[in-house]
């Protein structure tokens, strides 16, 4: 059986760019422009509907359709985003997109969707703590409540495309660091349970508290991880964080997408792209994923 191993990697506190100007996503009736690496792909936004989709096992839903990327307001001041599969017919797994410092819901959305390719939702929770110029997470409660808002917020927007099952929990920096204390704690007092993740992707963020809270982590549901690191000085973090979460039973995987640097590039993208298969491999809802875009 092929491990798999999550990166979590240092430096929580540089800010995340995304790959392009991060497109000004709307529920109006003009559609943004698509993420640029997917885009680029196939010339054209059609990289965003999945080419086997009309094959999939219907659940009598009509093909999704609409933007790539719509925001989803909340009674509370908070706007989180969320970026659907265009085309599903069926229940499609979801992925949870974290930002990292100083950033912004959208960007992360624009780059896991290039990274994931157009099979699963990408929901994009929008930090609880503001910074200089955009947002940040203010504390490991804060996540979790935001998870919870976005996710139901996208299940109330989809009723019946959001799958149940093989949630994958991906992360940057800032919230890469403090993602494995928040998937080992229970919900704070008078907060319904948090989120489950099957999977979780750890890009660039690292705590050294890996070995005492991954068996929490297990006990809470994880099952698959990958530390990534893109920055050779991340690489140890990345290894012991998985020989961490291996001892803790959760099947991991440090892997190292070259020295890119830590902030999101052009070549960021197709990087990750090689731990994808990785992550999702065996989780429930994950079988019909046609696997990211070719490089």
Same mark, same amino acid.
């Given at each position: 059986?092929?491990?798999?191993?999550?990166?979590?990697?240092?430096?929580?506190?540089?800010?995340?760019?995304?790959? =392009?100007?991060?497109? #000004?996503?709307?529920? !109006? *009736?003009? $559609?943004? @422009?698509?993420? +640029?690496?997917? &885009?680029?792909?196939?010339?054209?936004? =059609?990289?965003?509907? #999945?080419?086997?989709? !009309? *094959?999939? $096992?219907? @659940?009598?839903? +009509?093909?999704? &359709?609409?933007?790539?990327?719509?925001?989803?307001?909340?009674?509370?001041?908070?706007?989180?985003?969320?970026?659907?599969?265009?085309? +599903?017919?069926?229940?499609?797994?979801?992925?949870?997109?974290?930002?990292?410092?100083?950033?912004?819901?959208?960007?992360?959305?624009?780059?896991?969707? +290039?990274?994931?390719?157009?099979?699963?939702?990408?929901?994009?929770?929008?930090?609880?703590?503001?910074?200089?110029?955009?947002?940040?997470?203010?504390?490991?409660?804060?996540?979790?409540?935001?998870?919870?808002?976005?996710?139901?917020?996208?299940?109330?927007?989809?009723?019946?495309?959001?799958?149940?099952?093989?949630?994958?929990?991906?992360?940057?920096?800032?919230?890469?660091?403090?993602?494995?204390?928040?998937?080992?704690?229970?919900?704070?007092?008078?907060?319904?349970?948090?989120?489950?993740?099957?999977?979780?992707?750890?890009?660039?963020?690292?705590?050294?508290?890996?070995?005492?809270?991954?068996?929490?982590?297990?006990?809470?549901?994880?099952?698959?991880?990958?530390?990534?690191?893109?920055?050779?000085?991340?690489?140890?973090?990345?290894?012991?964080?998985?020989?961490?979460?291996?001892?803790?039973?959760?099947?991991?995987?440090?892997v190292y997408g070259g020295a890119l640097g830590h902030w999101f590039t052009p070549k960021t993208v197709p990087a990750l792209r090689l731990g994808v298969p990785l992550l999702v491999e065996g989780?429930?809802?994950?079988?019909?994923?046609?696997?990211?875009?070719?490089?």
């Amino acid at each position: 059986m092929l491990d798999r191993f999550f990166l979590l990697a240092v430096l929580a506190s540089c800010t995340d760019k995304p790959t =392009s100007s991060p497109p #000004a996503a709307t529920t !109006g *009736a003009a $559609a943004p @422009a698509a993420p +640029a690496v997917a &885009a680029a792909d196939s010339g054209s936004s =059609s990289a965003l509907v #999945a080419p086997d989709a !009309g *094959a999939e $096992a219907s @659940a009598g839903l +009509a093909p999704l &359709a609409g933007e790539w990327m719509q925001k989803l307001e909340n009674p509370s001041d908070h706007v989180d985003y969320v970026s659907p599969p265009l085309g +599903a017919t069926a229940s499609r797994p979801v992925v949870i997109a974290l930002h990292g410092m100083d950033a912004r819901p959208e960007w992360v959305c624009n780059d896991f969707r +290039a990274t994931f390719g157009p099979w699963p939702f990408v929901v994009c929770p929008r930090g609880d703590a503001r910074s200089p110029a955009n947002y940040s997470w203010g504390s490991t409660v804060g996540m979790q409540r935001a998870i919870t808002r976005a996710l139901a917020a996208a299940e109330a927007r989809f009723p019946g495309y959001v799958g149940a099952t093989g949630r994958v929990l991906v992360t940057y920096s800032q919230s890469a660091s403090m993602a494995p204390a928040m998937l080992a704690s229970p919900a704070a007092k008078g907060d319904p349970e948090p989120v489950r993740f099957h999977g979780a992707f750890f890009l660039e963020g690292f705590t050294k508290n890996i070995g005492s809270l991954a068996p929490a982590m297990a006990k809470r549901g994880l099952t698959h991880a990958i530390f990534f690191a893109t920055q050779a000085g991340n690489r140890p973090p990345a290894e012991a964080s998985a020989r961490a979460s291996k001892r803790a039973g959760v099947t991991a995987q440090a892997v190292y997408g070259g020295a890119l640097g830590h902030w999101f590039t052009p070549k960021t993208v197709p990087a990750l792209r090689l731990g994808v298969p990785l992550l999702v491999e065996g989780l429930d809802g994950w079988e019909a994923y046609p696997g990211p875009p070719s490089q």
